[in-house]
């Protein structure tokens, strides 16, 4: 398997770290809840970070959120009958997951400002607004998913393309839940 371009790359970190910002919950005003962090606005932990991490810690903490994101799917996911076949937004398989860890390494030690090195994070500067960030999860159009026990899981095999893969997982987010909901695919055996 080729590794995918850095576009594509790019793209998953974007609708990860969207994700990732717009689950914390500790933050004023909540956005929607699905973690217990605060780790990006000023107010908060990223007050912090900008103390710590001068030059990085914009990254830092989108970088945490992640992680947080990461851990809550990652439960949620064990979950699930069969988890080793599961994928989801923030589970890729270890390949993939590697190469998006690098990724984010890579974007971080350019010391561009997120929203110059992935401009579609730009949304991330604006007030939280339920529309416009449904909106942008669906910008690539809805996702019909079966609600079942522990997640909403979508229909046939995940797309070859992560990019399109993590697309949808991310559109399958909408109408959103009081806690995360898990959108993912089953791998075929």
Do not use: N
Request: aromatic letters at 8%.
């Amino acid at each position: 398997m080729l590794p995918p371009p850095s576009s594509a790359l790019d793209r998953v970190l974007t609708l990860q770290l969207g994700v990732a910002w717009a689950g914390e919950a500790l933050c004023e005003p909540v956005r929607l809840g699905w973690w217990k962090t605060d780790l990006i606005d000023e107010a908060g932990g990223g007050d912090l970070l900008s103390r710590l991490l001068p030059r990085t810690f914009a990254w830092a903490g989108l970088e945490a959120v992640r992680e947080a994101a990461r851990l809550v799917d990652s439960r949620l996911r064990r979950s699930l009958a069969d988890p080793d076949r599961v994928i989801s937004l923030f589970h890729f398989g270890f390949e993939l997951d590697e190469l998006l860890k690098h990724r984010l390494e890579a974007l971080k030690r350019s010391e561009s400002p997120p929203p110059l090195a992935l401009p579609d994070l730009s949304l991330l500067s604006s007030p939280f607004d339920r529309s416009v960030f449904a909106a942008w999860l669906t910008a690539s159009g809805t996702e019909d998913a079966r609600v079942v026990p522990g997640g909403r899981e979508l229909h046939g095999p995940p797309p070859s393309a992560v990019d399109r893969a993590a697309s949808r997982l991310a559109a399958a987010l909408v109408p959103f839940p009081s806690a995360y909901p898990l959108p993912f695919f089953r791998k075929p055996r």
